[in-house]
């Protein structure tokens, strides 16, 4: 979802041309299902719980073989989910809607982030007091142009009077220009810039009033079988109660596959996660589980800013009916 | 009129087939739009999004013109000066080589730390990528220079200035030209991919940004839309150095006389 690499991503649209095949191969007679997932961002505890699973083996467990696949930098993860190239992935929840406009038909199945953790961050010395105050400020703006969640605020605020710049989903020009500000993953940018000294105020979107499902695990409808999505989201929440429990067993892990955030920025992002994905809803409902009133809040937001024409009904976006019914999370 | 006519017909006859083909697997696989939008899906979103790809192409031209000027003007000074004398070509001409190896991808965001967003990191980036082939035309062409002519202008003590001016440079402007010309497509390619992480958005956005964003919305009829307005600008860059070119030789060279 964040912009390192937009030529692999205009290459990744080149990739999934000619894939048609949404439904994975039917594994051989007791051989485990496999099950390709694709991320949408390099290995960080935004997938804690998602590797905590392949760590402790709760997928093997289940009968699945699942294939974490890393984000190599802008791979258009909803259009490769809906063509096949991968079973699974992980994507904001209006992705869905809007690769719904275009003709595909994703459901999402798992929702990481009970609360979005998607923000501005800005240097903290003379930082606005409010996020209005931040996109009617002076200076460069770095966002990712084209994401409803961008087009929520400039519908709300107006449109900014900052210079919109590309986000890179690096740090290196934020601590270059003190009038910098830039989006941000609360779980991620923030966290390296504390772990530098380098002093940052964080705005969170839902401040304006939006606040997505901003990463679910989604998957083509109809293309994986009930049974196998069941088990695929059962090992996920406990892989995400796990790693929740216990952060600093995992992040060693999972910083190996991601050397440019160490285990140290990986806990502290853990430890930020959790009222994010903590909430009374999940306590009460289980990690993992949606509420459809929030997605048609989500329809009601993007509809009311033209980001999609049609209102959907929320059930037909969302199949997390295992999820539902799954016990309380302690 | 009439060999106009014949020259522009061929390609324009396979472009519609081309066309007509696109549309109709569109139409008979029933292809989502975000996987392969219509020919004629692409040329609506041209349509609606007129204003924002108007400003946007306008931005990229900008942005490719100044790039390739640059580049045009660095590169056939640099090749002279480096057609000039031995030494300068063994010590810099490999590094020049080596810069050219270099993936523009990767330094294109040390561009924006160096030299800020906007223009001047996209107008960089332009001129990165295209200057090689006009250095390098600019010193074959020097070195091709009719030894004779040399050994004239050697008898009459021609000074360095006046051997460059009235020898080296001519008999090196086809070789030149042809080296701009693949310098003006490369130059847009240098633009576009130095807009996607220095170009400004809002309304005047270039079109490496209107691609990007329009990825994000799974929007992939304006991004065929953006693609081929910068194809556009590419064809407009090329076909003016390409003219000029044709300027300067018209009267003496044989690749202009023969065309006449």
Redesign the interface.
């Known amino acids: 979802m964040r912009m390192r690499s937009i030529i692999v991503g205009l290459l990744g649209l080149a990739s999934i041309a000619g894939c048609g095949d949404a439904k994975p191969a039917a594994p051989a007679p007791g051989a485990p299902t496999r099950i390709r997932l694709q991320l949408n961002w390099v290995p960080e505890p935004e997938f804690g719980g998602i590797y905590a699973a392949q760590f402790d083996g709760l997928y093997r467990d289940a009968g699945l073989e699942v294939e974490i696949i890393k984000d190599p930098g802008g791979a258009a993860v909803p259009q490769m989910i809906d063509q096949g190239v991968c079973d699974a992935g992980t994507i904001s929840g209006d992705q869905i809607l809007q690769l719904r406009e275009q003709g595909g038909d994703l459901v999402a199945i798992y929702n990481v982030f009970d609360h979005t953790p998607i923000g501005l961050m800005a240097h903290a010395k003379d930082a606005p007091p409010t996020m209005e105050a931040v996109w009617k400020g002076e200076g460069n703006l770095s966002i990712e142009t084209g994401i409803p969640v961008w087009k929520f605020v400039a519908a709300k605020y107006g449109l900014t009077s900052r210079k919109q710049v590309p986000f890179g989903g690096v740090t290196a020009n934020f601590l270059a220009d003190p009038t910098l500000v830039q989006q941000c993953f609360i779980t991620s940018e923030p966290v390296l810039m504390d772990l530098q000294k380098v002093p940052v105020k964080v705005y969170n979107v839902s401040e304006a009033g939006y606040d997505p499902y901003t990463e679910v695990v989604a998957v083509k409808r109809g293309s994986m079988p009930a049974d196998v999505q069941r088990k695929f989201c059962a090992a996920m929440q406990e892989g995400w109660k796990r790693y929740m429990a216990d952060p600093a067993k995992y992040n060693p892990r999972i910083a190996a596959l991601n050397p440019a955030m160490s285990a140290e920025a990986m806990n502290l992002a853990a430890e930020r996660m959790k009222p994010l994905l903590l909430t009374p809803w999940t306590q009460a409902n289980g990690l993992g589980s949606m509420d459809p009133a929030r997605w048609q809040a989500m329809i009601d937001l993007l509809h009311a800013v033209n980001v999609i024409k049609t209102k959907p009904a929320p059930a037909s976006l969302m199949d997390g009916m295992p999820l539902q019914a799954a016990p309380r999370t302690q | 009129m009439k060999r106009s006519l014949l020259v522009a017909m061929p390609p324009l006859l396979v472009l519609v087939i081309v066309l007509l083909l696109w549309e109709g697997v569109v139409a008979a696989w029933k292809?989502?739009?975000?996987?392969?939008p219509s020919p004629s899906a692409v040329a609506r979103a041209c349509w609606e999004e007129r204003a924002r790809l108007g400003a946007g192409t306008l931005q990229t031209l900008m942005a490719s013109v100044g790039g390739f000027g640059l580049a045009a003007l660095i590169g056939v000074v640099a090749g002279s000066a480096l057609g000039s004398s031995r030494m300068l070509q063994r010590g810099f001409y490999p590094l020049a080589l080596l810069f050219q190896m270099v993936p523009l991808?990767a330094i294109a965001?040390l561009l924006?730390?160096w030299l800020g967003?906007?223009l001047r990191s996209t107008l960089a980036s332009a001129c990165i990528v295209a200057v090689f082939p006009v250095l390098a035309s600019t010193l074959d062409g020097m070195r091709g220079t009719d030894a004779g002519l040399r050994e004239i202008f050697g008898i009459y003590r021609a000074g360095r200035w006046a051997r460059w001016w009235k020898l080296e440079l001519p008999s090196a402007v086809p070789s030149i030209v042809t080296g701009c010309r693949v310098a003006a497509g490369l130059a847009v390619i240098g633009a576009v991919?130095g807009e996607?992480?220095?170009?400004?958005?809002?309304d005047q956005?270039p079109l490496g940004?209107v691609?990007?964003?329009?990825?994000?919305?799974?929007?992939?009829d304006l991004?065929f839309a953006a693609v081929a307005l910068s194809a556009c600008v590419g064809f407009l860059l090329f076909g003016i150095v390409s003219g000029l070119g044709w300027l300067l030789l018209r009267r003496w060279h044989a690749s202009a006389v023969q065309e006449n």
Do not use: D, K, N, Q
Request: proline letters at 6%; a positive charge.
């Open positions: 292809l989502p739009a975000y996987l392969l991808v965001p924006v730390i967003y906007g991919v996607f992480v220095s170009g400004y958005a809002g956005a940004i691609i990007t964003a329009s990825m994000r919305e799974a929007r992939t991004v």
